[in-house]
């Protein structure tokens, strides 16, 4: 196989793929263009080297300006301590450059490569939306099919939900839904809800409907919770090994997966979070999303090879008004078609399909990662601005450790993936991926995102020390109302099918602790007033937690309501203003501690067995 390096024709190390070398140093490998298909192997004729010395002579500007950004790049990547980054791109229909800076794991010891697997995030929905066009394309489905057809049970509140959402609702975030509720609920590590198909239909019905039905879009999960369970009713396979069998392994995506391998050897990226300071911190846990009710959201797994040729099978596919009986990807126009709009009012173009962002350029991008909640719609930064008009069709991914970004050009056959494996202090994969997009169509006037990332990771800082402003001139001083042991149980919100564990704190035994599920990461719970405690974290506990950048305060404010007889009866959470005024509930289950609490009321503290004792330390 050959390839082109320094303008010239090179060997690569296997036929058909690209091959890769440190330049600048050991943080940092650049590959060179894959050939097309038909011109793969040792042997080349004269006039295909006639030909390939034109192709030397006409691409390399292109490539040179990407080169180019280099520099800029790994000073974004820098600001927003990102460890590891991995991008590509494709341009008329074939990869044109990947390049990749940094490591991939703890020790700083392995590159990551075009091959490298990252956690992608909400990109998973464009696989789902995918999945679900190959059913409708078969005729199992169609993009009308009401809910309730293929799930009788499903209900909500709200009847005109109920009895008039299809599909097509769920898949391009218009059923009015909110995703707050479901978002912090996925929040760290409590991401492994999963929750069968009764339970997950009783939980739609409690979810708020903050939007009226088809007039608004709001993004939110639960919607390809329910995809997924309609692929499974209808396929009846899983939905991982249904996409598997229906759609990575046909269009040969060997590296990508909702069930990763984290196995030591895989050349996967390690999980990391982005500190204050600048540093990368390893997670202690690698995201995981197999087996959960956020799989079919953010659980996918995947390569910047894999993305390319995913987003090459997907450009191709949507130039077909007619599928080819033996196409892997169907309902592809559809399924990139405008569903709803994000946003408005907005003169240009700028909606949602199905698992896929649509803006006209010049015009606002990045509305799906935490870029956009820096700044007001009206000082959002513009892409392309100064420069001829053209369609975008995008989506970003976001978790705890790792972010991504992947952006689609109808119109040239062209495609950005950038994959990183850190929550940035601002969304680095977006910066980078504008950036890229702007060395790859030659803008005038290019933006200084450099300064962008800057001024994201102030803003991003600020943000938190505003919330702990305001909790600390909110707090009032004094003891709680009662011993800390009335507090202690276990609280459950039958809704959601959520726990929340109140403990003493091990080590002190003087203080509450918190966690979100019992045997997971706790947190001090500190007294703020009356029956109130609070359990807000730096910017740097936050991160290292995997928990997302949330600064409302009444999020971290924990109400108890107390019995009688002096011992808790229920938690108040504010999860979510907006979206549950009231807040949710928490009942006390911790029927097994009664007999404590009696004692503890009655001032009979000795009493308490040693074993009793221990129950509610832990």
């Not at 590509?88 to 392995?110: A, C, I, M, Q």
Request: contains cysteine; aromatic residues 10%; charged residues 20%.
């Amino acid at each position: 196989g050959w390839g082109y390096d320094d303008g010239c024709l090179t060997p690569l190390s296997k036929p058909g793929f690209s091959h890769s070398r440190p330049t600048n140093g050991s943080t940092k490998n650049v590959h060179v263009t894959r050939l097309p298909n038909s011109h793969r192997g040792f042997r080349l004729s004269r006039s295909w080297m006639k030909h390939s010395l034109t192709l030397c002579r006409s691409t390399p500007s292109t490539i040179d300006r990407l080169r180019q950004l280099s520099g800029l790049i790994d000073q974004i990547r820098k600001i927003g301590g990102v460890p590891g980054v991995s991008i590509g791109v494709l341009d008329h229909g074939e990869n044109l450059w990947t390049e990749n800076f940094g490591f991939r794991d703890e020790s700083k010891t392995s590159l990551p490569d075009a091959n490298t697997q990252y956690g992608i995030g909400h990109i998973t929905m464009s696989m789902v939306a995918a999945g679900v066009g190959k059913l409708v394309d078969d005729g199992k489905l169609q993009w009308t099919t009401l809910l309730r057809e293929i799930i009788p049970e499903i209900v909500h509140t709200h009847a005109t939900w109920t009895y008039t959402s299809t599909i097509a609702d769920i898949l391009a975030h218009r059923c009015g839904l909110d995703e707050a509720i479901a978002t912090l609920l996925a929040d760290g590590e409590i991401g492994d809800i999963r929750l069968p198909l009764e339970a997950s239909l009783k939980t739609v019905d409690r979810i708020p409907h903050p939007l009226p039905h088809r007039e608004s879009w709001l993004m939110c999960p639960w919607g390809y919770t329910i995809a997924s369970h309609i692929i499974e009713l209808v396929s009846q396979q899983q939905l991982h090994k249904y996409l598997q069998d229906q759609v990575f392994q046909p269009l040969g995506m060997t590296c990508t997966t909702l069930r990763p391998s984290f196995e030591g050897g895989n050349n996967i990226a390690e999980p990391h979070a982005s500190l204050s300071n600048g540093e990368a911190c390893p997670l202690a846990f690698q995201p995981r999303y197999s087996f959960s009710s956020f799989e079919a959201s953010r659980g996918a797994y995947s390569t910047v090879n894999d993305l390319l040729l995913w987003a090459k099978e997907t450009l191709a596919a949507s130039q077909n008004t007619k599928t080819p009986s033996n196409a892997v990807l169907r309902q592809i126009p559809q399924i990139l078609s405008n569903h709803i709009a994000m946003k408005n009012p907005s003169l240009l173009e700028r909606s949602y399909g199905f698992g896929w962002a649509r803006a006209q350029l010049p015009g606002i991008v990045g509305l799906l990662g935490g870029n956009s909640l820096l700044w007001e719609m009206s000082e959002q930064p513009v892409l392309g601005a100064g420069n001829q008009s053209r369609l975008v069709i995008y989506h970003q991914g976001g978790g705890p450790g790792y972010s991504s970004f992947l952006a689609l050009f109808p119109e040239t056959q062209s495609a950005v993936v950038v994959l990183m494996n850190t929550t940035a202090t601002s969304d680095a994969a977006d910066w980078i991926g504008r950036l890229v997009i702007e060395g790859l169509f030659d803008f005038a006037k290019p933006t200084d995102y450099v300064n962008l990332a800057e001024e994201g990771k102030r803003r991003t800082l600020e943000r938190y020390a505003t919330l702990h402003k305001r909790l600390t001139e909110e707090r009032i001083q004094g003891a709680p109302p009662l011993p800390l042991e009335c507090y202690v149980g276990k609280y459950k919100n039958e809704d959601y099918k959520y726990m929340l564990e109140v403990t003493l704190n091990l080590e002190s035994q003087s203080d509450l602790m918190i966690s979100f599920r019992p045997g997971s990461q706790r947190y001090p719970l500190r007294h703020y007033h009356d029956h109130v405690f609070e359990w807000s974290m730096s910017f740097d506990e936050t991160r290292k937690s995997g928990r997302y950048d949330i600064v409302d305060p009444s999020y971290f404010r924990i109400r108890f309501e107390i019995y009688p007889d002096n011992r808790a009866s229920r938690i108040i959470w504010n999860i979510h203003d907006a979206s549950v005024p009231d807040g949710l509930t928490f009942e006390w289950k911790d029927e097994c501690l009664a007999e404590a609490w009696r004692a503890v009321h009655a001032g009979m503290n000795h009493l308490i067995s040693n074993m009793t004792y221990d129950s509610l330390l832990t």
